[in-house]
């Protein structure tokens, strides 16, 4: 901890100190000082000290809080304490998602004249459209992101709740790579569909002779998970008469394999995952309470693809380059027209379907309207497509604000929710409905 005021050496053997990118940033949000891995972590060509923090990260002309984010600098400025937030930032590599820790310098004071920044890069996603984990850049996605980073480090036992097809095994995997235990196993036990008997089985093991049909000594997936990530996919749908086992589990660390009699010691990470709301199963009586709370601790929404929808064309770019034959392969404007007023209650995976079918149907490596299911055809145009497209041209700042007064007129939920809606910072859609 930082209790004195220090000067310009001291600023750069701190900063040394870290193999993260870091900085020392002055009251008005310049920057003072910083270490290799900033200068490295940022593409400019010019000398960074002097320059604002939020134009270097952000290409902003004015602080992060008034372009609609959050800015930990202020609320530093008026706590004293230290701030964490989820930003974008634009670095060498490109848009890429950061967790940035702000610390006042000296910490405690009211009014302190520098603050350490430190930049912890997410690895288990990604703002551009490659690689194999998490992509997204959506507020809502950015907001599910932030959740997971905080979870990651440690032991806590995670829900994640969404809808089929949302990703939460993809969820799953990336809080198990950020963990501790990411040199350990990751084990899926798929619970729909298990009976009383195959579910001890699976999940325990049994020993030779303990049923018929058990002719060899068989190790459960428990004992498979040991030092890593135990994940229930699909948790709500054990029946109730199984939940008890489950949560002897949890409580004890401790189990015996289906015949056995030695007490065996559990060691893993608990994830689970159900599309169902767990709640309302508790209230119906099909969940168990005890075990709900025991689960829930950190509960993780996943949001649809519909309330990501700016996610889109980003996702459908990603998954091309993943589907056997979708490399190289691109989207017509007429086709991605069509896909943006689609209202995919399949979610992520019924994406996936459609782009793996259009890929064996587009020839000329271009996915065409024709290309896509029927259904998807009829969908219903957005409201007004059709008058907006014959309409005289007018500023897009007078469209967008007759847009949202519709919006705001007919929407029934509150400005946060609506704000994901429409994939933008809550900050945001409050200064924009201010200059209705």
Known sequence: MINTVIGDEEFISLLNAFSQPAAILSADYKIVATNQAYKEHHKVTESIIGQYCYRVSHGYQRPCDQEGESCPLKQCQSSGLRQRVFHLHNTCHGQEHVDVELLPLPQGTKNPQFYLEIMHMVKVATAQPEGEGLVGRSAIFNQMLSLIQRAAPSEISVLLQGESGTGKELVAKALHTASRRSQSPFVTVECSGLSETLFESEMFGHEKGAFTGAINKKEGLVAAARGGTLFLDEVGDIPLSLQVKLLRLIETGSYRSVGGVELQHADF????????????????????????YRISSFPIKLPSLKERSSDLPMLTEVLLKRIQGGEGVTVSDEAMSI??????????????????????????????????????????????????????????????????????????????????????????????????
Do not use: M, W
């Open 339 to 436: 896909l943006r007023r689609y209202g995919f209650p399949g979610n992520i995976r019924e994406l996936r379907n459609i782009l793996e079918r259009a890929v064996l149907l587009a020839d000329q490596e271009c996915i065409l309207p024709e290309h896509l299911p029927e259904e998807l055809l009829h969908s219903q145009p957005l409201p007004a497509e059709s008058n907006l497209l014959n309409a005289d041209l007018i500023p897009l700042s007078k469209l967008e604000g007759a847009y949202l007064q519709k919006v705001k007129e007919h929407f029934q939920g509150n400005n946060r929710e609506l704000a994901e809606r429409l994939g933008v910072s809550e900050r945001t859609l409050y200064r924009k409905l201010q200059l209705l």
């Open 269 to 292: 990470r608990l994830i689970c995952a159900s599309h169902h709301d767990l709640k309302k199963q508790v209230e119906q009586g099909v969940f168990r309470q005890d075990l709900y």
